[in-house]
């Protein structure tokens, strides 16, 4: 299988790195389907193609999840520091009442 075709699926460029971690959980997880189920539709390369699309978008969103949580981590850390020492702090961050 070849990159560009995870790409056009995709509609976007990704990096090798993110195409073969995707296609390493892919082949594993076509492997795994395959024990379970003994469809032959599972083995053919569209349906590889099919599970590294869902794999890079995976570990994308992934991503994107941990980055937010450390910078909201941080942000919290750099409240803290400019706040009274000892004083009482929320860091809870509730909404608004619609």
Known sequence: MEKKEVEELLGYSILDSQFEEA????????KY???CEKRSAV???WYLVKLTEEYVRSL?????TVDLCRELRNMEKEHLTHCVKGAPTAIHIVSAPA
């Not at 296609?23 to 076509?30: I, S």
């Open 23 to 30: 296609l390493r959980c892919a082949e594993r997880k076509q």
């Open 33 to 35: 389907i395959y024990e």
């Open 43 to 45: 083995l053919q390369h």
């Open 60 to 64: 994308a969103f992934s991503k994107f």
